[in-house]
C-alpha cells in the first residue's frame, strides 16, 4: 500500500512561484510512475504533469500543454515535487500528487493519491 501526502499550496500572486511537495510512505517503488494533477472549482480533474521511470536511473518527464516551459516536477527518493513559476489565476486549483504502477500511459490510470492541496492564484 502506498500512502500520498502533498503539501505546499497557498496564496500568490500572478506571477509568482511555489513549489508543491508529494511525500510516499508504506510501500513505494522508485518505478511507480509519479503524476500531480489538478482540479478547479467546477471543473474536472485535468493532469499536469508526470514523472515516468525509463529503466535504470534514467526518468522522463511529461507535462500538459497549459503548464509546459513554466511548471516543473522533479522526483528526489521517496519524494516527488513541482515546481510553478510564473503562476497564472486560471493555475488555481486543488493540485494533487498521484501514484501507479510503471507504464507508458501517464495521463490516466492511478492507484493512488495524495489528500490534495490548495493553490490559489490572485490576479
Known amino acids: 500500500q502506498v500512502q500520498l501526502e502533498d503539501s505546499g499550496g497557498g496564496l500568490v500572486q500572478a506571477g509568482g512561484s511555489l513549489r508543491l511537495s508529494c511525500a510516499q510512505s508504506?510501500?513505494?517503488?522508485?518505478?511507480?510512475?509519479m503524476g500531480w494533477f489538478r482540479q478547479a472549482p467546477g471543473k474536472e480533474r485535468e493532469f499536469v504533469a508526470a514523472?515516468?521511470?525509463?529503466?535504470?536511473?534514467?526518468?522522463v518527464a511529461n507535462y500538459a500543454d497549459a503548464v509546459k516551459g513554466r511548471f516543473t516536477i522533479s522526483r528526489e527518493n521517496t519524494k516527488v515535487y513541482l515546481q510553478m513559476n510564473s503562476l497564472k489565476p486560471e493555475d488555481t486549483a486543488v493540485y494533487y500528487c498521484a501514484a501507479k504502477r510503471p507504464s507508458v500511459v501517464v495521463i490516466t490510470g492511478y492507484d493512488y493519491w495524495g489528500q490534495g492541496t490548495q493553490v490559489t492564484v490572485s490576479s
Open positions: 514523472v515516468r521511470w525509463m529503466g535504470g536511473n534514467t526518468y
Open positions: 508504506g510501500q513505494t517503488f522508485s518505478t511507480y510512475t
